[in-house]
């Protein structure tokens, strides 16, 4: 925070010697805003029940725009008095850190802040998934598997619900697939995201069959994940991806890989959702 504040008067200091006697906006005196947490609701407004990997808030403040702010976070907001805020949930697009995103199926919070200069404010923000959405898997494991290859399981590896879904590597396995039982029209040139909650003791890929016009089917791997031991949600960027297979039907897979220097292992699936608008 001593670096922040450092860094923001010295900027300060620079854009008064350059406007001379122009005035900055509220004196150069701003207020601050402070998001510690975010929370994902659903339609009844219950946070508990949905999982999120929220890592950014995107910030506009009246007219301007403040940019993007990794969670939790403090920053300066050079306004008073009613004072309009928008903000976007941010993700890392497809697991990575360097590409960081608005994701465009949570809807914006939105407040209005009676502000006074060098105030101190907090906030949690609250997001929500928008209206009109496509859900084509819906996998909570709780009542069945949507995947041929992937049985529910549960035990303490469970974090969300009362049941995930495991696909398990063993010695006599080099891999192990898992792939949706129904097949899926996805549309071109729209965004279409995979979500989905995991741990694995192994490596896996995650993918999909494209079911060709020609009657064949093609493999794709659009992302490799390297086991982790504790519950991580990703945000997977299909479209691209699907725009350059321009198949008919779409099969979504995991695939579990077992290293060979291990004796196998096993992967943890929850909460998959294929979306779309």
Not at 25 to 30: F, H, L, T, W
Not at 39 to 49: A, F, I, K
Not at 150 to 159: A, T
Request: overall charge negative; glycine content about 8%.
């Amino acid at each position: 925070m001593r670096i922040f504040a450092f860094t923001f008067c010295c900027l300060l200091a620079v854009a008064m010697a350059f406007t001379g006697c122009k005035r900055m906006p509220n004196d150069g005196i701003p207020f601050y805003m402070k998001i510690d947490s975010v929370v994902l609701l659903d339609n009844n407004n219950d946070p508990t029940t949905l999982s999120h990997n929220i890592t950014d808030v995107w910030v506009e403040a009246g007219a301007d725009n403040l940019g993007a702010y990794e969670l939790p976070c403090e920053f300066p907001v050079l306004q008073e008095g009613p004072v309009n805020f928008v903000i976007s949930a941010g993700v890392w697009m497809s697991g990575q850190q360097g590409y960081r995103m608005i994701y465009p199926f949570y809807d914006i919070d939105t407040m209005v802040l009676n502000a006074e200069r060098d105030g101190r404010y907090t906030h949690i923000a609250k997001f929500k998934y928008k209206l009109g959405l496509t859900f084509n898997i819906n996998g909570d494991f709780e009542t069945n598997s949507e995947f041929d290859g992937m049985s529910p399981i549960s035990n303490d590896s469970v974090k969300y619900g009362t049941s995930c879904g495991i696909i398990t590597v063993d010695n006599i396995d080099s891999t192990k697939l898992a792939y949706t039982i129904d097949s899926f029209d996805l549309p071109s040139g729209r965004e279409v995201w995979l979500e989905f909650d995991f741990k694995s003791t192994v490596p896996f890929y995650v993918g999909y069959f494209g079911l060709m016009p020609t009657g064949g089917t093609s493999k794709t791997d659009a992302l490799a994940l390297n086991p982790r031991y504790d519950w991580r949600k990703v945000y997977l960027k299909l479209s691209e991806l699907l725009a350059s297979t321009q198949a008919n039907y779409y099969k979504i897979y995991f695939e579990a890989v077992k290293p060979t220097t291990t004796s196998g292992g096993s992967v943890y699936i929850d909460n998959v959702k294929l979306v779309y608008f």
